[in-house]
């Protein structure tokens, strides 16, 4: 779980830096699909990241609104902010905490309940998902996209050797 945490946030960052040598301009641009522009992909990202950690550690969880956010160094300055309160509880996951519940109380008065794992899978999928978004705009725009490759980020600290 950790692993594919420190995943999104390296990417992530990728993006942040590929973003600086984009003109505003471009960043802001409504694009077709996802949340509208690459900037506010990347608001997005972070602020769902955010939300669902703090819903299910029973923390009041509040919509930031973009508009407050239009530039690169804010998104970052916003995503910084949460991600010391995030990274704490995903670096303190532990398999126990898998199937506490969540319960999801809907505005039409239902309540959905989805174990906390699933959550915090769907956290990183929708992640994930826009990332995919990201790479078609960039490539759009005739620039390479962040590379998504898993392999080769160094995520996993040491292997164990092995001989043949």
């Known amino acids: 779980m ?21 003109s505003e301009e471009e960043l802001l641009a409504t694009r077709t699909g996802g949340v509208g522009s690459i900037l506010k992909t990347l608001f997005h990202i972070a602020d769902v990241e955010w939300s669902w950690i703090q819903v299910l550690q029973g923390k009041p969880d509040f919509q930031e609104d973009f508009e407050h ?6 998104v970052r300055e916003l995503d910084a902010k949460f991600r010391s309160e995030v990274e704490s509880f995903v670096l303190s996951w532990h398999e126990g905490l898998e199937r ?21 899978r769907h956290v ?9 978004q990201l790479s078609v705009w ?8 962040v590379s998504a490759n898993v392999i080769g980020k160094g995520l996993i ?5 092995t001989s043949h």
Request: proline share 4%; aromatic share 14%.
């Open 124 to 132: 990183i999928a929708h992640e994930i998902h826009h990332v995919g």
């Open 100 to 120: 506490n519940i969540f319960e999801d109380h809907l505005a039409d008065g239902r309540i959905m309940t989805d174990a906390w794992g699933e959550v915090m």
């Open 138 to 145: 960039a490539r759009e725009i005739g620039k390479q996209p």
């Open 157 to 161: 600290d040491s292997l164990p050797s």
């Open 2 to 22: 950790q692993t594919f945490f420190q995943y999104n946030w390296m990417v992530r960052e990728q993006w942040y830096e590929w973003c600086e040598n984009i």
């Open 69 to 74: 956010y239009k530039s690169l160094p804010q």
